[in-house]
Structure formats: structure tokens, C-alpha cells
């Protein structure tokens, strides 16, 4: 332990316990806490129970922030963050104040620190034991999954409260939430500045029953949380994931997409071909506005080469698109018993004529979609087992 403390010093790192009338479990955690490390901050959230009393043993070993009344796990961090970096902390581990977790975890979040130092760590529970309640469970799955389409990062648990934050890197992060959906806002605000954000396993009790105090309000704080992620979503969208792109743009990872994508010789030739062929398909097919949207859909449940799909569906390009009409047009035709050669409504604009020719331009459309799309896989399988066989003698020559 004593190597612990050693080690909270060097790399100036904390330990910040927000607490709000959780007296039964409070003074156990401290003692346990100050086992590993004299840096310790409590905040007592407007606790109305013997909290208050609890601290005052406290008063000349740990560090302690009082909000006069209750303002949110949420501003207990924030202004245990201030308070952390006011005495010059460069870093500091949240750990809730329930009796869920345990300080023999401390060591692990230095340890991974050590290693990198712009980092944000998770403790990942174990949401399968015995006693995890299902509003747990579900809140995490939920949270989860929000977290991934924002930030694109993929984790086991974005929801705990055991965590190790770079404060001194954060210090300029502006935040809208007070409560508990904090924790949510923080952690995609970090991975958007390039933080890496990470899960750490961590060990956690659950007390069975009702005799764990716990402040989450389902519906409450479940609607907090599902604007928040309304609001990050849309900042997402418009914002983070188009700058992520274009700075994913370099030279090699384009040149890595192109290879993996258009040149890979272990995809097969019959795939690429099916992938071009789907491609032509959808976008001659007459649900302008809609192709890419259902053909990507149906390429990622087809797994064929999205890539290449959606190239060739750029047949329909603004210069294709009055061939594509007509060639439809007049396709449609001779499958239509009473064909129109009226495209452009010389005669007249009327209902009926609308109808038949929109008829005649949809029943064409189907069929060109269909007969292009066969021609062009066709032609790109023929191409590509060509070329796939001239490579495999050029290699087996070199060897």
C-alpha cells in the first residue's frame, strides 16, 4: 500500500468521494481510501443525515467541499474537479460513496495510468452477478450504446461511477448537466477532444434488496439522460463524426481503404462482381431520393463490398440521369400495351397522361435497373477473374 501512495504522489493524482446521505457506508470507504493515498477530497452534497457528523473525524486528513444543499452528483464532481485542480492535482479517481466499490481497485487505475497519461478509465463491473438490479443493467446497455454512436467507441460499461479522470486536461470543457447525466456528457465530451476513454475491470457489490442507498431516479433521470443524448447525438451528426472523418483522411488511410476495399485478392471475385452488379442495380432503380439508404441497408446485410457498392450506384450521377429516364422511357415501352411517346407533355399536361407515363418510365426503370445491373456483373467478373488469374502467375513465376 505504502507503494500506492508513493505512486498517487508522483503522478498527482486523487481520489474524490462525492457523497450524499450515505452515513452507513461513508466512514468504511474513507478508511479504506486512506489505506492507499493521504490525497483524498470528500464533497457532502447537502447530505441531511449523520454525514455531516461522519466528516468532522476527518476534518485534518482529507480535503472537504460542503454544498449547503443537495445540487446533483453531477456539481459534486465538478466542484471536487475545481477543488482538485485548485491544490494542483493533475488527475483523480471518483469512487462512489454506496459501499459498491472497493478501494483494493486503486492500484489498477495507476498502474494503466502509468502507462498512458491521456487517458479516461471506466471501472467495468460484472453486470451478470447476483444482486445487480435490472434498472443497472438496462441503464448501462442504453447508456452503451448512445455512447458508441457518438463517439464511435465501443465499451463494456459507461455507466459506473468508479473512474479515473485527466481533470487537468478537461479543465476547459464546458458542461450543461448538473445530476447524474453527467457522467454521460463527460466521458463523449473527452473522447471528442481525443482523450482515450477505456473500461478497467473492477470488483462490485450490490447489497440484496432495498439496503442499498441509491439516488437514481428511473424516470427522472432516464429522461435527463435521453435529452442529453438527443442534444449530442444531433452535435454528433452535424459536427464531431464529419471532423473525425475528414481527419481519418490521411494519405495511408485512404490508401489503406482503397487496397482493402477495390485491390483486396482475398475477397473473392464473385462478391465484387455481386456488389457492382447490386450497385448499378439500386441506382437505376426508381426510388429517387431513397437508393443509397436502402442499398447500403441491404449491402450490410447481404455482406457484400459496401464500398464498391456504393461507387457503382453513382451510375445515376446528374449527367447519367436524362440517359437513365429515357433508356427507361422507351424500355418501358414495349412492356406498356399502350405506350406513349410523349415525355415531355407536348400534348398536353393531364392526369391521365401523368399516370402512363410515369407507368411506362417505372415498369422500364425496374427492368433496366435489372438488366444493367446483370450486365455489369457480368462484365466485373469476367474482369477480375482475369485479372485474378494473370496475378496468380505473375506471383507463382516470382517464386
Not at 201 to 226: A, L, M, N, Q, T
Not at 292 to 307: E, Q, R, T, W, Y
Amino acid at each position: 500500500m505504502q507503494a500506492t501512495k508513493e505512486a498517487f504522489k508522483q503522478l498527482n493524482c486523487c481520489v474524490i468521494i462525492p457523497t450524499y446521505n450515505n452515513a452507513g457506508t461513508l466512514r468504511q470507504l474513507i478508511d479504506d481510501v486512506l489505506n492507499y493515498t493521504e490525497d483524498v477530497i470528500v464533497v457532502n452534497d447537502g447530505a441531511t443525515d449523520d454525514t455531516p457528523t461522519i466528516l468532522q473525524n476527518y476534518a485534518q486528513t482529507v480535503y472537504i467541499v460542503r454544498h449547503e444543499e443537495n445540487k446533483g452528483k453531477g456539481m459534486a464532481l465538478r466542484n471536487g474537479f475545481n477543488m482538485a485542480l485548485e491544490k494542483g492535482y493533475d488527475y483523480a479517481v471518483t469512487i462512489d460513496s454506496d459501499g459498491q466499490h472497493f478501494a483494493s481497485d486503486l492500484p489498477a487505475f495507476l498502474e494503466a495510468l502509468e502507462k498512458d497519461k491521456n487517458i479516461l478509465l471506466i471501472g467495468a463491473r460484472n453486470m451478470k452477478q447476483e444482486n445487480v438490479p435490472g434498472k443497472s443493467s438496462f441503464g448501462n446497455k442504453f447508456s452503451n450504446f448512445w455512447f458508441w454512436v457518438e463517439t464511435g467507441i465501443k465499451l463494456e460499461d459507461t455507466q459506473s461511477g468508479y473512474r479515473l479522470y485527466p481533470i487537468r486536461k478537461m479543465q476547459k470543457f464546458r458542461y450543461l448537466s448538473s445530476l447524474f447525466e453527467f457522467e454521460v456528457e463527460v466521458i463523449v465530451k473527452a473522447a471528442w477532444k481525443g482523450i482515450s476513454v477505456k473500461n478497467i475491470p473492477i470488483k462490485v457489490h450490490y447489497e440484496p434488496g432495498k439496503k442499498r442507498i441509491s439516488h437514481f431516479r428511473p424516470f427522472r433521470d432516464f429522461s435527463r439522460i435521453s435529452v442529453l443524448n438527443t442534444y449530442l447525438v444531433i452535435l454528433a451528426l452535424l459536427y464531431y463524426i464529419p471532423l473525425r472523418f475528414i481527419k481519418s483522411l490521411s494519405r495511408e488511410n485512404i490508401r489503406k481503404f482503397i487496397h482493402k476495399n477495390f485491390f483486396d485478392k482475398n475477397e473473392p471475385p464473385h462478391l465484387k462482381a455481386l456488389s457492382i452488379a447490386f450497385g448499378v442495380f439500386m441506382g437505376i432503380f426508381p426510388i429517387w431520393g431513397y437508393q443509397l439508404i436502402v442499398g447500403i441497408s441491404m449491402a450490410h446485410f447481404l455482406k457484400l463490398n459496401k464500398a464498391l457498392f456504393v461507387l457503382a450506384a453513382h451510375i445515376s450521377i446528374p449527367p447519367m440521369i436524362p440517359l437513365i429516364i429515357y433508356g427507361s422511357y422507351q424500355l418501358g415501352g414495349m412492356l406498356v400495351p399502350n405506350p406513349s411517346n410523349d415525355l415531355l407533355f407536348s400534348n398536353g399536361l393531364t392526369f391521365e397522361s401523368i399516370k402512363d407515363n410515369l407507368f411506362q418510365y417505372v415498369s422500364g426503370a425496374i427492368l433496366l435497373s435489372f438488366l444493367m445491373g446483370v450486365l455489369a456483373g457480368l462484365i466485373a467478373y469476367t474482369w477480375l477473374s482475369i485479372a485474378r488469374t494473370r496475378s496468380f502467375k505473375v506471383s507463382g513465376k516470382a517464386t
